[in-house]
Nanobody, 126 residues
C-alpha cells in the first residue's frame, strides 16, 4: 500500500521560508518521479514542481521559479519542496504525488500521477 505523507506546512509571513517533506512508503521510491501540486480555496489543483526518477531533471511552474526548489533524498524515501520568498498568493494546500510507473521523467499534469498525499496547509500572511 503506497502512502505519501506531507508535513512542514504552517503560517509564515511574506518573504519567509518553509520546507515541505513528503515521506513515501510502499513503493520503490528511488525509481519514481515525484511532483508537488497546490490547491487554493475555490481554485483547481495546480502544478508546482516535479523531479524525475533519477533527480536529473526538474521543472517548475513559472510563478515559483527561482523561489522554490524540489529535491529528493532516496536514502530517506523523501521528497522535499523548499519554498523561499513566500508570497500571500502561495497560500494553498500543498500535495505531493507519485506516478503509477517507474522510470518516468518530470510530469506536470495531475492526471499523470496515481498516488497522492493528504496535503499540508501553507498560509502566507501579508
Amino acid at each position: 500500500q503506497v502512502q505519501l505523507v506531507e508535513s512542514g506546512g504552517g503560517l509564515v509571513q511574506a518573504g519567509g521560508s518553509l520546507r515541505l517533506p513528503c515521506a513515501a512508503s510502499g513503493l520503490a521510491f528511488s525509481y519514481y518521479a515525484m511532483g508537488w501540486f497546490r490547491q487554493a480555496p475555490g481554485e483547481e489543483r495546480e502544478f508546482v514542481a516535479s523531479i524525475s526518477w533519477n533527480g536529473g531533471s526538474t521543472v517548475y511552474q513559472d510563478s515559483v521559479k527561482g523561489r522554490f526548489t524540489i529535491s529528493r533524498d532516496n536514502a530517506k524515501n523523501t521528497a522535499y519542496l523548499q519554498m523561499n520568498s513566500l508570497k500571500p498568493e502561495d497560500t494553498a494546500v500543498y500535495y505531493c504525488a507519485a506516478p503509477g510507473s517507474r522510470y518516468t521523467d518530470t510530469r506536470t499534469r495531475p492526471a499523470s500521477y496515481t498516488y497522492w498525499g493528504q496535503g499540508t496547509q501553507v498560509t502566507v500572511s501579508s
